[in-house]
């Protein structure tokens, strides 16, 4: 079975979903910031993932929280508000910039958010935030093959650590985060420390060609749209789009 043409793809099925890969320097170069998703999530449960979630139509960039956002594709520009909030709902941590948030109310905004109390514009405007749309570079979008039980169009973000930020796990659907080079989260994943999804071993792969987030968020890669091919008994992706890591047996994918 293969994928279909990347120029007039499937969508039938997909749910529109929004990633985020928050970077930071640390002392051995390029680290990024992982979850761990509860093992009762009905989507990767238990497997390392970057922060993010299905993107919801409330998250829409209207008023003036947003700067950017009005020359944007409408689905582009809906899905960096997703994934700001996913960051901030997962993770504790804001892409958006204004005076430091006091960690009472921090703890207080998150599970309002998470439970879609307060609409993401709200929040903003409740801490005096603006979310910028330069503040989350396209990465890739990635879209499973038809046929499968769960299909989830996600697009995936950069998005440099602000400074006086720090994360700190939901506990519900995030149950831990750390920060990680790409290099030693692929390690941990060969040796069965840890479980990774197919597309997260592939941008873990890209991920750990650059040194540090300056050099990430400076790569003039186009963002692909990814639409992995079921070849026979592998996974495939194609080469030349600056994925070092491109196939896998189908046998070994993860699959929910």
């Known amino acids: 079975m293969n994928s279909p043409d990347p120029q007039s793809p499937d969508l039938a099925g997909a749910v529109p979903a929004s990633t985020v890969v928050i970077a930071r320097d640390g002392a051995a170069g390029l680290e990024i910031l992982v979850i761990e998703r509860a093992k009762g999530?009905?989507?990767?449960?238990?497997a390392i993932?970057?922060?993010?979630?299905?993107v919801d139509e409330g998250d829409a960039p209207a008023g003036p929280a947003f700067e950017g956002f009005a020359g944007l594709d409408p689905d582009d520009a809906l899905a960096r508000v997703t994934a700001a909030r996913e960051a901030f709902e997962e993770t504790g941590i804001l892409l958006s910039r204004g005076a430091p948030l006091d960690d009472g109310l921090r703890d207080q905004l998150r599970p309002m958010s998470d439970r879609h109390e307060i609409a993401f514009a709200d929040l903003l405007a409740?801490?005096?935030?603006?979310?910028?749309?330069d503040v989350l570079t396209p990465f890739a979008r990635w879209l499973p093959p038809p046929g499968l039980h769960k299909r989830f169009d996600t697009r995936f973000y950069l998005a440099a650590l602000p400074d006086g930020e720090v994360h700190l796990a939901d506990g519900t659907e995030a149950v831990h985060a750390r920060w990680a080079r790409p290099a030693a989260l692929l390690e941990e994943a060969d040796a069965g420390a840890i479980s990774i999804l197919f597309p997260t071993r592939c941008n873990l792969a890209r991920l750990a060609q650059f040194a540090d987030t300056g050099s990430l968020l400076a790569d003039p890669t186009p963002p692909p749209f990814i639409q992995p091919r079921i070849d026979g008994e592998w996974l495939t992706i194609p080469e030349g789009i600056g994925y070092p890591y491109t196939a896998e047996r189908w046998e070994s994918v993860r699959r929910s």
């Open 49 to 54: 993932a970057f922060p993010g979630g299905k």
């Open 126 to 133: 409740r801490i005096g935030h603006r979310l910028s749309a």
């Open 41 to 46: 999530m009905g989507f990767a449960g238990g």
